[in-house]
């Protein structure tokens, strides 16, 4: 009866956290409306990291980890490179980035599977 107990409690967590990873994609998927819900989302990915880890969730909170850090890097650099008015394809390049990985990633969470990044921040 106790490993009957554990399994359900394990599945009952995972589905817990894989509700959690479908918020977080939602609020960084908000953000492009309401910029500020991406911080709600990364300060969620740290907390809850260890929440995740061994499971295939675990590759998805790295994933929007990554996919934060990288864009916010990249948005930068658009906006300093505005200055030279070449920041806006910059802009958007990261803009359809961003989506890609989100999309991708939406895919990936619900056919219960990992995500797995290879080269340039796209999926192998």
């Known amino acids: 009866m106790t490993d009957l107990t554990t399994a359900e409690t394990t599945d009952e967590r995972l ?33 809850k990291r260890g929440d995740v880890a061994g499971t295939y969730l675990e590759s998805h909170f790295t994933w929007q980890i990554r996919t934060f850090w990288i864009s916010l890097i990249a948005a930068f650099v658009g906006l300093l490179l505005m200055i030279v008015l070449v920041g806006w394809i910059v802009l958007i390049a990261d803009m359809v980035w961003v989506i890609y990985r989100l999309v991708i990633g939406a895919i990936r969470l619900n056919e219960n599977k990992p995500v797995v990044e290879g080269k340039y921040g796209l999926e192998a």
């Open 15 to 47: 589905r817990s956290n894989k509700t959690l990873t479908w918020i977080i994609y939602g609020l960084y998927a908000a953000s492009f409306i309401v910029g500020f819900t991406s911080i709600a989302a990364i300060i969620m990915n740290y907390v």
